[in-house]
């Protein structure tokens, strides 16, 4: 790593940033601090779909899949004993999963890892098929891994879910964790190694008469992709406290492709503005859905109006500007400096 | 005799190589073997079946007859990137190029192939990573400068010249560092003036690097000058051999081109 005028910017700005979330709790209300916590976790997921979609070009609609292997993974590993054995009432929790008991960020990092290791054996088939049928089988995997959750009754506790996850996930812990992903992806994406998974994307004839094992790239790009959709699992979960099979359905995975897609396909830093917009956005639309007192005429809150309106906002972006806030441009410092002697000037 | 043709110092041997589509017989019976350093040509008219000869050679179809033989290694069935790590980079009829990624970073992808360093020392950020990284850099801008596109390394590759496209996707061919170049109708697309440039180009990147070079061209007018032994096609098969000369004055292969406005100067 080459030490410039950008690194020290950037390292800098990580840091101070972190200072000042360190002391939020100061000026920061509980519930500004939940919604800053949520669109951590949501970058996290953003930026990993974005590797697979964005930089690899797959479509893969199986997210929610791997975010719901992540939650579980970690729920039961940071649970104590005897609240698992209090908590499962269908069928008494199986080995393994009884006696596990880790620290918060072994729990995240492993969360990871078994999300990983599943992509692998779904990558590997789905991948073989092409192109053309992907999104449709990996939609189906997220759905057979919810309807396992649902049935592996003596490790998940089936479809009543996990309550009382201990809330390992301060702002802080959140925020390390997104920074994390945030610079192993920059570092993979900013590469060569991005170089190549972006000409598969673009094409990959060219791609692969240039000596690059395609299939292997595909692969890898999925799994890591599914490694930090993990540890967003992870973290959401802790985060929650609450996790049950019906929250990691097909809106989940369409809510990170929202993010990714008003963010820029290809873009990391995009994934983060569109990940913090659209969490911004969807907490503010709640409001909607609440009842509402005009003065004159008061409203009743109808449920499910937060998603036209949001649904609606969409179309208008997808319209207006199809390439998303970023296109496949970053955010970079020589950008921002080169924004403001432009507009000194 | 010819000592283009010879097998003993080939490079690229084929040996009865058929190719069938269903009913279509695109390639049929074909024979060639390629001289080390040579620049050799494939020729014939529309449909001729040179496009299915590049796709045998690089690796996306397997023939159903016949071996093909590369620095002595047999290549049937193997996959186009095992090809490419052999020493055979092809290009394309139609460019294939990442427009929205710059010079630098096309010419880039041609050089990952002989990189050492695996996937995880770059997410790790391993030291080493780093120096191969700027290595890398530098082999593939010394590239661009061989191609006269070193003013233009950042910028996108879509915003090129079509000429410019042709020798960015050359430079990243070269970028694998091939013994033998594979070049399917580079000039399509290209003015008489613009097509003499480019063939003169790849006379002298062979002289440079060391390469050989097999053209596969529907003109028969631009190899003419570049290439030293030529192998004419009609319906898949191959229906003359020889010299520039033998080639051009061949009865067989002006017949095949009759119709065709190429044999001006028999
Ligand atoms: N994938 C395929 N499936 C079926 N038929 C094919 C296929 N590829 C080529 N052919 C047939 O093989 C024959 C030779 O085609 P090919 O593209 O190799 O010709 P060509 O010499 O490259 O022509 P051109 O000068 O137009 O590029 C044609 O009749 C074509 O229809
Ligand atoms: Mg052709």
């Given at each position: 790593?080459?030490?410039?005028?950008?690194?020290?910017?950037?390292?800098?700005?990580?840091?101070?940033?972190?200072?000042?979330?360190?002391?939020?709790?100061?000026?920061?209300?509980?519930?500004?601090?939940?919604?800053?916590?949520?669109?951590?976790?949501n970058i996290i997921l953003a930026l990993s779909l974005n590797?697979?979609?964005g930089?690899?070009?797959?479509?893969?609609?199986?997210?929610?899949?791997?975010?719901?292997?992540?939650?579980?993974?970690?729920?039961?590993?940071?649970?104590?004993?005897?609240?698992?054995?209090?908590?499962?009432?269908?069928?008494?929790?199986?080995?393994?999963?009884?006696?596990?008991?880790?620290?918060?960020?072994?729990?995240?990092?492993?969360?990871?890892?078994?999300?990983?290791?599943?992509?692998?054996?779904?990558?590997?088939?789905?991948?073989?098929?092409?192109?053309?049928?992907?999104?449709?089988?990996?939609?189906?995997?997220?759905?057979?891994?919810?309807?396992?959750?649902?049935?592996?009754?003596?490790?998940?506790?089936?479809?009543?879910?996990?309550?009382?996850?201990?809330?390992?996930?301060?702002?802080?812990?959140?925020?390390?964790?997104?920074?994390?992903?945030?610079?192993?992806?920059?570092?993979?994406?900013?590469?060569?190694?991005?170089?190549?998974?972006?000409?598969?994307?673009?094409?990959?004839?060219?791609?692969?008469?240039?000596?690059?094992?395609?299939?292997?790239?595909?692969?890898?790009?999925?799994?890591?992709?599914?490694?930090?959709?993990?540890?967003g699992?992870?973290?959401?979960?802790?985060?929650?406290?609450?996790?049950?099979?019906?929250?990691?359905?097909?809106?989940?995975?369409?809510n990170v492709l929202m993010f990714v897609?008003t963010g820029?396909?290809?873009?990391l830093?995009g994934s983060i503005l569109g990940a913090t917009?659209i969490t911004?956005?969807?907490?503010?639309?709640?409001?909607?859905?609440?009842?509402?007192?005009?003065?004159?005429?008061?409203?009743?809150?109808?449920?499910?109006?937060?998603?036209?309106?949001?649904?609606?906002?969409?179309?208008?972006?997808?319209?207006?500007?199809?390439?998303?806030?970023?296109?496949?441009?970053?955010?970079?410092?020589?950008?921002?400096?080169?924004?403001?002697?432009?507009?000194?000037? | 005799?010819?000592?283009?043709?010879?097998?003993?110092?080939?490079?690229?041997?084929?040996?009865?190589?058929?190719?069938?589509?269903?009913?279509?017989?695109?390639?049929?019976?074909?024979?060639?073997?390629?001289?080390?350093?040579?620049?050799?040509?494939?020729?014939?008219?529309?449909?001729?079946?040179?496009?299915?000869?590049?796709?045998?050679?690089?690796?996306?179809?397997?023939?159903?007859?016949?071996?093909?033989?590369?620095?002595?290694?047999?290549?049937?069935?193997?996959?186009?990137?095992?090809?490419?790590?052999?020493?055979?980079?092809?290009?394309?009829?139609?460019?294939?190029?990442?427009?929205?990624?710059?010079?630098?970073?096309?010419?880039?992808?041609?050089?990952?192939?002989?990189?050492?360093?695996?996937?995880?020392?770059?997410?790790?950020?391993?030291?080493?990573?780093?120096?191969?990284?700027?290595?890398?850099?530098?082999?593939?801008?010394?590239?661009?400068?061989?191609?006269?596109?070193?003013?233009?390394?950042?910028?996108?590759?879509?915003?090129?010249?079509?000429?410019?496209?042709?020798?960015?996707?050359?430079?990243?061919?070269?970028?694998?560092?091939?013994?033998?170049?594979?070049?399917?109708?580079?000039?399509?697309?290209?003015?008489?003036?613009?097509?003499?440039?480019?063939?003169?180009?790849?006379?002298?990147?062979?002289?440079?690097?060391?390469?050989?070079?097999?053209?596969?061209?529907?003109?028969?007018?631009?190899?003419?000058?570049?290439?030293?032994?030529?192998?004419?096609?009609?319906?898949?098969?191959?229906?003359?051999?020889?010299?520039?000369?033998?080639?051009?004055?061949?009865?067989?292969?002006?017949?095949?081109?009759?119709?065709?406005?190429?044999?001006?100067?028999?």
């Open positions: 790593m080459r030490f410039d005028r950008n690194t020290f910017l950037t390292l800098a700005a990580m840091l101070v940033f972190g200072l000042i979330l360190w002391q939020s709790e100061k000026f920061l209300g509980d519930y500004q601090i939940y919604i800053a916590k949520l669109i951590f976790i590797l697979i979609y930089f690899t070009g797959l479509f893969s609609l199986g997210h929610a899949g791997f975010i719901a292997i992540g939650a579980y993974v970690a729920a039961i590993c940071i649970l104590p004993q005897a609240q698992k054995e209090m908590m499962w009432i269908l069928e008494p929790i199986a080995w393994p999963a009884s006696h596990i008991f880790t620290p918060f960020w072994v729990a995240v990092l492993g969360a990871g890892l078994f999300a990983g290791i599943f992509a692998f054996f779904i990558a590997v088939p789905v991948l073989k098929l092409g192109d053309d049928y992907l999104g449709m089988a990996t939609l189906a995997f997220a759905e057979i891994i919810r309807v396992l959750i649902v049935n592996a009754t003596p490790i998940t506790n089936g479809s009543l879910g996990i309550k009382g996850i201990p809330n390992h996930s301060t702002l802080i812990v959140c925020y390390i964790w997104a920074l994390f992903t945030l610079v192993i992806l920059a570092r993979l994406c900013y590469s060569n190694f991005g170089n190549i998974l972006r000409c598969i994307r673009d094409n990959e004839i060219a791609a692969s008469v240039m000596g690059i094992n395609v299939f292997h790239y595909k692969v890898l790009s999925f799994c890591v992709g599914a490694f930090f959709a993990g540890i699992g992870a973290l959401l979960g802790s985060h929650l406290s609450t996790i049950d099979p019906k929250m990691f359905n097909f809106l989940l995975t369409f897609v820029g396909l290809g873009s830093t917009i911004i956005l969807l907490e503010w639309l709640r409001a909607l859905e609440e009842p509402m007192n005009l003065g004159f005429i008061e409203l009743p809150g109808i449920p499910g109006m937060r998603m036209v309106v949001f649904s609606v906002v969409l179309l208008a972006i997808i319209l207006k500007r199809r390439e998303g806030i970023m296109g496949t441009r970053e955010l970079t410092w020589n950008r921002i400096f080169a924004f403001f002697s432009r507009h000194k000037a | 005799m010819n000592a283009a043709n010879d097998k003993a110092g080939a490079i690229l041997v084929a040996e009865n190589v058929t190719m069938r589509f269903g009913g279509v017989t695109a390639v049929s019976d074909l024979s060639f073997a390629l001289r080390k350093g040579a620049i050799g040509g494939v020729i014939g008219p529309n449909g001729a079946g040179k496009t299915t000869v590049f796709n045998v050679l690089s690796g996306f179809y397997t023939p159903q007859e016949g071996e093909i033989t590369l620095l002595g290694k047999n290549i049937k069935g193997l996959q186009p990137y095992e090809i490419c790590k052999m020493g055979m980079a092809p290009t394309f009829q139609n460019i294939r190029l990442s427009p929205q990624m710059t010079v630098l970073e096309n010419i880039m992808v041609g050089c990952h192939v002989r990189r050492h360093g695996r996937w995880w020392s770059a997410a790790l950020g391993l030291p080493g990573f780093y120096r191969e990284e700027r290595e890398l850099q530098a082999k593939a801008a010394a590239l661009a400068e061989k191609v006269n596109l070193d003013k233009q390394l950042g910028e996108t590759a879509g915003s090129l010249p079509y000429g410019a496209q042709r020798r960015l996707e050359i430079a990243r061919a070269l970028a694998t560092e091939p013994a033998l170049l594979l070049l399917d109708e580079p000039a399509a697309g290209m003015n008489p003036q613009e097509s003499i440039e480019l063939m003169r180009f790849i006379g002298k990147i062979r002289d440079e690097f060391n390469l050989s070079i097999l053209l596969i061209e529907h003109d028969m007018k631009v190899v003419m000058g570049v290439c030293e032994y030529i192998w004419v096609m009609e319906y898949g098969a191959l229906i003359a051999e020889g010299l520039p000369d033998q080639v051009r004055n061949n009865p067989l292969v002006i017949r095949a081109y009759l119709g065709e406005d190429v044999i001006t100067n028999a």
